[in-house]
């Protein structure tokens, strides 16, 4: 919900499947009903019904103004800098919201091998906005990323986190914890954070979810296929 | 122009071992008959390219065909992990899989530069990240109009490209639609390439945003109605999500998944 308020009217969004398609579509539904989603399987202003399963859906191209290929969704579209707003996912997160989505543990022998790149590198550094979902623990928020898969550009970077928001400002080197989400506290958020986060003088709380917001996330979920 | 063979055949005649091979369709029309095919036929010390490695190559690898995988993207969409592909990386069975990782952009802008004839692409990529120090494919250029640093990858050629299309006709031209990802630069890049098809029709009826290729630019067509399941055909078949969730546990468990591939594809 948090993610979908992110999202203003008429922006042009890059997502991905999971919560940036569900934050992405619910958007759409409320506040947003302008708001362009791009897959990058090559689905360009697509209208799902119900929130797709992969990028592959076919439900993407049949609803969509165009379908593009790979190469051009790539290049012409988030390389020439259409799109406003990137959704993003990560293992692990630095203070400079530099991303890992590659590997646990050293490159040549990882722990845990995680599914690399796609997309991210790219709709980092390209996206004039980067929106970043993921939960808050130490092993997510850590001082010192075992690899560096994206690095977001120079716009503004917006972390959403189950316990809050954390954002660095256009131009800015480090993320700044913003807001707190209903019953959290800063030390709460400093528990799950490897670092020593800084907080915003004007610290938010999180306006809980209106009953509309609420209504719109269930009737999205409810026509999720199994 | 493109011969109309039985898949077996075409396999056989076009996929040697040691080659570099491109199974491609991204997330869509997913060529599995034929990676199955390659499987049965026991080639070995391939290298596998794709963007998304997706359940096709997670069997291939845990089969045991392949001694590298060039990739950007390697996980069971929508689902989790592909467990065979990390057991090779992070346990080297069944044997060890040296990895070439990209971006999503530097893949599909590797196989334009092939499909294009170019020794490289060049975009703005990879910025900042450490994916330029393991990879030998990425480098960096100076423009020389501008002066802008930009990033270069090499050109991607596959011995050979196998797609999987809806529609060919009587003389091989081939015909798919919906979302086209890199099929067409894939087959472009590749020495030799082969397409399977749900159906082979008298006449290709002209569909808007489809993607032809002229029989003479692909070398075999094989028959395979619902080659591409358990991903999706669009006009033919949606995708069989309850299989995607499945593959996590059949694919978790050694014995299990070389039980399965024993039965569903061997079989």
């Known amino acids: 919900m948090v993610a979908a308020r992110q999202l203003a009217d008429g922006d042009v969004c890059l997502v991905g499947i999971g919560l940036p398609s569900l934050a992405a579509n619910l958007a759409r539904r409320l506040h947003a009903p302008r708001c362009v989603l791009i897959y990058e399987s090559g689905t ?45 996912g990560a293992a692990q997160i630095d203070p400079r919201a ?19 790149a796609g997309g991210a590198p790219e709709i980092a550094s390209s996206a004039r906005r980067v929106v970043v979902v993921l939960r808050h623990s130490r092993r ?53 954070t490897g670092w020593d986060l800084p907080v915003a003088d004007d610290l938010a709380r999180t306006e809980a979810p209106s009953d509309v917001e609420l209504a719109a996330l269930r009737a999205l979920e409810a026509a999720m296929p199994a | 122009m493109a011969e109309i063979v039985p898949l077996a055949e075409a396999i056989a005649g076009l996929v040697g071992d040691g080659d570099l091979v491109a199974l491609e369709g991204f997330t869509h029309l997913i060529p599995f ?89 060049v975009l703005r990529g990879y910025q900042g990240t450490d994916l330029g120090a393991v990879t030998s494919s990425v480098a960096t250029v100076t423009c020389p109009f501008t002066g802008e640093e930009l ?33 067409k630069e894939a087959v472009l890049a590749a020495r030799r390439s082969l397409v399977t098809v749900e ?41 069989d999500n309850a299989f995607y969730r499945a593959w996590d546990a059949i694919s978790r468990d050694r014995d299990a998944f070389v039980a399965w591939m024993g039965s569903h594809v061997l079989g």
């Not at chain 1, 807001?179 to 400093?190: I, K, S």
């Open chain 1, 44 to 88: 360009i202003g697509a209208k799902p019904a119900a929130p797709p399963l992969s990028i592959g859906d076919g439900e993407l191209a049949a609803t969509a103004d165009t379908v593009v290929s790979v190469p051009e969704i790539f290049n012409y579209w988030l390389q020439a800098g259409r799109v406003d707003v990137g959704f993003l």
């Open chain 2, 151 to 183: 990033t270069a990858v090499a050109a991607l050629n596959p011995d050979v490209t196998v797609i999987h299309a809806q529609q060919a006709d009587r003389r091989g031209n081939v015909m798919l639609w919906g979302i086209s990802g890199v099929q």
């Open chain 1, 140 to 192: 997510a928020f850590v001082d010192r990323l075992d690899f560096r898969t994206s690095v977001p550009g120079p716009g503004p970077t917006v972390v959403i986190t189950d316990l809050g928001t954390l954002e660095r400002v256009a131009g800015g080197h480090e993320l700044v914890l913003t807001a707190l989400h209903p019953g959290v506290t800063v030390d709460d958020v400093r528990a799950a």
């Open chain 1, 98 to 116: 530099h991303l890992n989505t590659t590997v646990i543990g050293p490159y040549r022998s990882p722990a845990v091998r995680l599914p690399g």
């Open chain 2, 199 to 239: 159906e082979v029709v008298d006449e290709l009826e002209p569909r808007p945003g489809s993607v032809v290729l002229p029989g003479w630019v692909v070398t075999a067509v094989a028959v395979a109605p619902g080659g591409a399941h358990p991903s999706y055909a669009a006009g033919y078949s949606t995708r």
């Open chain 2, 33 to 121: 008959a034929a990676g199955h095919e390659i499987i049965r036929q026991g080639r070995r010390h391939l290298t596998l390219a794709r963007l998304t490695p997706d359940v096709i190559y997670d069997q291939m690898i845990g089969m045991g065909c392949a001694d590298a995988l060039v990739f950007s993207w390697g996980g069971n969409p929508g689902v989790g992990s592909l467990h065979r592909l990390r057991d090779a990386v992070e346990h080297g069975w069944p044997h060890p899989l040296a990895l070439e990782e990209h971006s999503h952009a530097g893949m599909a802008n590797r196989y334009v530069a092939g499909a294009s004839g170019l020794p490289m692409a």
